[in-house]
């Protein structure tokens, strides 16, 4: 696996003419928020912008997104055609996700319930 690397740190884990595959850091955030953060779908299209010589601006569709405070895999659309695709293979849970915590211990049970309450930080814009 090739990652290539842009002044953002960006990692592309996987590229075609369709989509693209990039990892997402802790703290990152997938589409602007009202932080001013920039978010790593700008940073995606710059990279398009500047690997291809792209005049203009750059078509990217935000096809899913991850939590500020998670980390793991984003796909991105580079085509109007593959968002389509993609956004309904979402709808018809035709994709699969994969969840994994890290965690401190052992928990006592094999399997269990783990129930707790969100709080929502409105200048952080997080949970």
Do not use: C
């Not at 935000?62 to 055609?81: C, E, I, N």
Request: charge should be positive; glycine fraction near 6%.
């Amino acid at each position: 696996m090739k990652i290539l690397s842009t002044k953002d740190n960006l990692q592309v884990i996987y590229e075609d003419n369709h989509i693209i595959v990039v990892n997402k850091r802790v703290g990152d955030i997938v589409q602007g928020d009202q932080t001013g953060d920039k978010p790593l779908s700008e940073i995606v299209k710059e990279f398009i912008k500047i690997k291809y010589n792209k005049p203009g601006a750059v078509y990217l569709g935000v096809v899913h997104r991850l939590d500020r405070p998670t980390s793991g895999l984003v796909l991105f659309a580079k085509t109007s055609k593959a968002l389509t695709r993609l956004n309904e293979a979402f709808k018809n849970r035709e994709t699969q996700k994969t969840y994994w915590a890290v965690i401190k211990g052992s928990p006592p049970k094999i399997t269990d319930t783990l129930v707790h309450y969100l709080v929502r930080n409105p200048k952080n814009n997080t949970s």
